[in-house]
């Protein structure tokens, strides 16, 4: 399944106020500029969602595209335009417009800078404005469960898997902010060949584990399994594999000693996947287990088997899927056993049931494209009306430069390395506050500084696209990155700071006093921030608010450059300006933690 296309996805969403202003001011000059007879296809709402945002600043504050009016005006878009724009500049009121410029088929259209300020600054230091989404209508009725990390026990995790935490910890925030009603979810995957493959090789070899980093040793010991079948001859090969199915089968009976040594085994994972999650201050409403849906695989088979949705085929059980051109999803194999999308059809079935959810979005790597197809349409065709709001975030993988990364090979950076790493690095840019700071403000900031630049570092990339690890991209206080954000966030209350000891008091007020270009840039991104949010949302794709908060921060700091703040040379300029410094810190600060960040107070 699909979701829809955002724009469908966006009309049930509240415009912001000067889109809508816009969409009835052009609507009325269409209706105008009618043929006798003739009506407009597009509502007021409609045209205000239209428009776009020019590539470069001195093009406008929106950009109308034409082309969607010429069958109606019967005429053709740059005609359109041109028209609209005399139609515009004539009307006496106004209100949001200040004045329109005709490029080709694009109207566009520079917004009233005055109304621009008063609107923004009250909205944003009220709180209003971060409040408003939660009321969308429709979306507070729909629970979304949103399913992701899903680490297999007895592997180290790796960088890769990093990406799937920060990107469904931010899509849970995201959710929430406008308004759906969230359960956040995790699936264990602990049971399988892989795991019999490492007790197995750890019995035949006599292996114990060291007293600590028990996780990280049981990834060595899947490395080490993994490779030993790998150099095997053929005769060896049928040997050890057939001793992993012998430790699978004592795993699933659940009794004995290779039982027993998974349970332990399996708790070391838990364990390392618990610190983690607290680490990144990631937290889930609900876990789920790879082996507690076994047995419910096996009899959603027998039952769907039965009604006559599964088949047999050639002594495995599934779902001919030819004529949707998805193959052949196997459910049972010929050996009785199921496999990942029975297990997956049987815990879709329990969350729909036992959590009676709308929508469930699924974060998985890309390489499960196909898989998901094939899960989501079997669950249609199982009769699940659910099936169809059933989404598959696919996501490319981190790799390293000299291609991707494996667990099976060693090839990987686990995600312990790359904190240490980071953390390294921020510690040193640090030491110039010892003896300045306390030790516990350094390390407070030393762990904030390092968790936003990873989780930065894994969404602020589109989902779909690869990411090529580069860790000095990640720590650099320059350029696209958290720390660059952070230190954005914290110049603000560096200010902030210095005009309360002076006594000077943020005044929104006052906001008529911002008429600066530089000003009006950043009011523009600060009035973008819910369209953005909004629209990240329901194309799930948490990069969008990313790359929003970083031009945010380059017109922050182009503001701050280009006009003094305390040192302004009005009272009421001092004040209003203070109060745009104001919005953009909580804007920031609201943005970073949509991405599951929490910006150190000073740097």
């Not at 197809?373 to 099936?387: I, S, T, Y």
């Not at 790799?399 to 980071?422: C, H, I, Q, W, Y």
Request: hydrophobic letters at 40%; proline letters at 4%.
């Amino acid at each position: 399944m699909s979701s829809p296309t955002v724009a469908e996805a966006m009309r049930h969403y509240p415009l912001d106020p000067c889109r809508l202003d816009l969409g009835v001011s052009i609507h009325a000059a269409l209706v105008a500029l009618l043929p006798a007879g003739a009506r407009l296809s597009l509502a007021a709402e409609d045209i205000g969602r239209l428009l776009e945002q020019p590539p470069e600043a001195h093009l406008g504050d929106y950009a109308l595209p034409c082309f969607r009016f010429a069958k109606d005006l019967k005429k053709k878009p740059p005609e359109v335009a041109e028209a609209l724009a005399q139609t515009l500049q004539s009307k006496t009121e106004r209100d949001w417009l200040e004045r329109t410029q005709v490029v080709g088929a694009f109207l566009n259209i520079f917004i009233a800078k005055q109304r621009l300020a008063e609107t923004v600054l009250p909205d944003i230091l009220s709180g209003a404005s971060f409040n408003r989404l939660k009321a969308t209508p429709g979306n507070t009725t729909k629970r979304v469960m949103i399913e992701f990390s899903q680490p297999n026990t007895h592997k180290e995790v790796h960088v890769g898997h990093g990406r799937n935490v920060c990107l469904g910890n931010s899509l849970v925030h995201l959710f929430r902010y406008v308004g759906y009603n969230v359960v956040a979810a995790n699936y264990f995957g602990d049971e399988g060949t892989h795991i019999a493959t490492v007790l197995s090789y750890m019995q035949r070899h006599g292996k114990t584990a060291p007293a600590t980093e028990r996780g990280a040793w049981l990834g060595e010991m899947y490395v080490a399994a993994k490779r030993e079948l790998a150099d095997a001859d053929p005769a060896t090969k049928a040997k050890l594999t057939e001793e992993i199915s012998r430790v699978h089968r004592s795993i699933e009976s659940k009794s004995g000693e290779t039982y027993q040594l998974w349970l332990t085994t399996r708790q070391w994972s838990l364990d390392d996947f618990d610190r983690l999650y607290r680490w990144l201050n990631v937290k889930f409403d609900v876990l789920f287990y790879e082996s507690e849906v076994s047995e419910a695989a096996q009899k959603i088979v027998d039952e769907f088997l039965a009604k006559g949705v599964f088949t047999l085929d050639q002594g495995a059980v599934g779902v001919d899927l030819t004529a949707q051109k998805l193959g052949f999803c196997i459910l049972r194999k010929r050996d009785g056993n199921t496999l990942y999308a029975t297990k997956d059809l049987a815990l879709a079935r329990r969350k729909f049931e036992q959590y009676k959810i709308d929508r469930n979005v699924y974060v998985v790597g890309d390489e499960q494209n196909h898989h998901f197809k094939q899960v989501f349409k079997v669950l249609e065709l199982m009769g699940f009306g659910q099936a169809k709001q059933c989404f598959h975030l696919s996501y490319g993988m981190v790799v390293l430069p000299e291609g991707k990364m494996s667990s099976r090979d060693g090839r990987v950076v686990p995600f312990a390395a790359l904190r240490t790493l980071v953390q390294d690095h921020i510690g040193k840019i640090l030491e110039k506050y010892v003896g300045e700071w306390s030790s516990e403000e350094i390390e407070t900031t030393k762990h904030r500084l390092t968790d936003g630049a990873i989780k930065y570092g894994m969404i602020s990339t589109d989902p779909v696209k690869e990411i090529v690890f580069n860790v000095e991209d990640w720590v650099s206080f320059d350029g696209n990155s958290g720390p660059y954000l952070m230190y954005s966030y914290s110049r603000t209350q560096s200010i902030l700071r210095k005009a309360a000891e002076a006594g000077y008091v943020p005044d929104a007020a006052l906001a008529s006093a911002l008429t600066d270009a530089t000003e009006h840039e950043l009011l523009r991104y600060l009035f973008d921030f819910n369209q953005v949010v909004a629209t990240a949302c329901e194309s799930l794709k948490p990069s969008l608010v990313a790359t929003h908060l970083f031009y945010l921060c380059k017109a922050f700091n182009r503001f701050y450059a280009g006009v003094p703040v305390l040192k302004a040379e009005k009272p009421e300029q001092r004040l209003a300006r203070l109060a745009l410094v104001d919005a953009f810190g909580r804007t920031l600060v609201q943005g970073l933690a949509l991405l599951g960040i929490t910006p150190p107070e000073r740097m």
